[in-house]
């Protein structure tokens, strides 16, 4: 029994301690967000600031509003919003329509197209980045949005793998009594599948809005104009041009981007946590 | 007549998936295939030179740079990583108190947005005011600079790649919580030690998983890009920290060498598909998938 007890006391202390070294960066980033400038470059470290400027919050997002180096964050902010609106609502339509076809209709080469979808996660994306980039440039969308979010409305692997599995687990009995009683398919797709799958397309409206908010490379290569940038290729701008001086600010930028993931995670834990357990089942 | 129906219907529906399939993914990876074998502007239309393109690759410096760094980067920060998140998944399933909160905390660095991370972590490894040497320097040892010495930034890169296992975690600890614990019980009354357990059941039953998220992390890891993008801008100091999809994207769209590129993209794609067959047929020996 004793070498139980001090199995778990080992077990709490290892954890304890751990927990302190993943939490930490964050805890230094609003620490250091806070503080007057003065403050964040000496040496050794002001710990707790002596005065919390919540300030530099707003200072942040307004970065040199009277300046020509002006950075909109607000903007980038709304961009970011109504690209991952888009995104979310193109991804939740079209994987959940493609995933019911693969889980509950049966049709020739159904199968061999299911393991396709599967093996194409492996493709990596830097091979598809020219030649997607050449469509859309013969498309003449380069500098807009649309290369962002028209893809997301025909599907993606994920999704699709994702639903499936979740679909595949309605009983099939009730499509059955559904179709006796003269139902279509996009019937039973609509008024039984759907409302009984609501916290897998919860999952994946989640991931899919994470993916977007998340995004660098994509708006790196497709989105031109400063005043169409999203948050994270901002903050990225923000950087290159602040130069690092203004500490303070720069991390009062990162929080707000953090902040969105954060609250969305505390919000939604359970589903999150379902959908990354059930990528890892085979 | 009714079947006949279901195969039209299940057609139509995953129609949205064909069409994208199709352009998004079979178009764009056959063009690339050409692209490579072509000297291919932005500007110009792509004109066939053979395998230029792959000759050219094999004599550039850059470019073997950039395999070694990214080599090195994933051959390191792939074991550390799975050793990691399959430790802490194990200290999880040790039904302790506040579990959810100890799995929040490990799993939240890797929600952030690659960007804001970058950020972050720049700070905290700053050259003059950054913390972690601080601390380093607070227990007596001197810590080096993490940003522009040569030797460094890849240690640097990894660390920070290390705070982010926090997806691989939970996928390890749902797994784990899958073994039945009649199983680790009957051990137990055997007089199997914890070691036994850990090596004889417990690895064994969630080895699929561990292949999986191997297999993702070989994916993953030589694909690396947005990190050192934004943290070491070119790759500097002395192009220690340039990585492979960092070089194909400066020659697709900083110097508009978009064969070039696609050369390296389907070299990338070839090594990637032969790891991930390597991984399998390895672990394939090892791998125990139970009752399913």
Redesign the interface.
Known sequence: MNKKKL??TL??F??VT??CV??F??L??LD?AVKPISE??????VWIPSKFEFGNFWEAVNYGSDKVGYIPFLIYAQNTVMLAILVVIGTVV??S??A???AR????G?DL?FG??LA?M??????????????F?HLDWIGTYRPLWV?A????AFS?FLLRQFFKTIPFELSEAA?IDGA???KI?QSIILPLCKPALAVVALFSF?GT??D??GPL?YLLRQETFT???G??FY??KAG?TQ?NL??AA?SI??LP??VV?FFC?KQF?KG??I??I? | MKRRNEGRAGFLFALPWLFGLVAFMFYPLLMSLYYSFCDYSALRSPVWIGTDNYSELFHDEVFWTCVKNTVLYACVSLPLGMVIAIGLAMLLNTNVKGMTIYRTIFFIPSLVPMVSLAMLWLWILNGDYGVLNTALGAIGVKGPNWLSDVSWTKPALILMSVWGVGNAMLIYLASLQDVPSSLLEACELDGASSWQKTRHITLPMISPVIQFNMVMGIIGSLQVFAIPFVMFPGGTPARSTYFYAMYLYDSAFSYSRMGYASAMGWILFLVILLLTLIALKLSNKHVHYGGA
Not at chain 1, 122 to 135: A, E, G, K, N, Y
């Open positions: 199995n778990t077990t709490h290892a954890l751990l927990s993943f939490i960066p964050f230094w980033l250091t964040t470059m000496k040496q050794p470290p079209s994987n329509i493609v019911y076809s693969f209709l049966r049709w020739w159904r197209i396709i979808t194409t492996m493709v990596p994306f830097p091979v598809m980045m020219v030649p997607t980039f050449t469509i440039k893809p409305w025909f599907g993606s699709i179709t279509g398919e996009w797709f994470m908010w998340n660098f490379l290569i948050l994270s290729l903050l990225e950087h290159s690092g500490w720069l991390m990162t981007v953090i993931v954060l995670f834990q946590i990354i357990s990528t890892g085979k």
